[in-house]
């Protein structure tokens, strides 16, 4: 009796190696966005302080060149944060885009996982047919002793 080979083998590999693949990019894709989440926090943090030491500022009278300045330190804020944003908002793409691609390859993966168990269930059968047709024989020739048919009258 050959062995079981599954003809899809090759492309089961792959599969898994593509599944495998793309866990480690979702990993690196949260990762990422959890980094870009904590440095918009800190932008939004360090604006908050820089609104209460203007404040302070202002409420201590503030001369024009030091309004000026806060301003462009404002800005300079304001599109850090609008920066942090965009780069949290690409990096969430990305992890949808990566999800969907994972929900891809594992769908195909198992469809492959299903036809290997059928073709292996197709095999176990056909090998019990030849073990029961090859015991069978056996049995048949065995009760008649040497091996001998009997004769027909």
Known sequence: MKKFSFTLQSVLNVKRAQEKQRMGELAECNARIRENRRLLQESYDHQQAQNVLYQREYEDGMKPYRLRMWGWAMNALRDRI???KKVLETAEGEL???????????QERKML???????MEEYRAEERRENDAVIAEFVGFSAFGDGERPQTP
Do not use: F, G, N, P
Request: no cysteine.
């Open 82 to 84: 609008a920066y942090r």
């Open 96 to 106: 949808a885009r990566i999800q969907k691609a994972l929900v891809t390859v594992m």
């Open 113 to 119: 996982e299903s036809l290997r168990e059928k073709q």
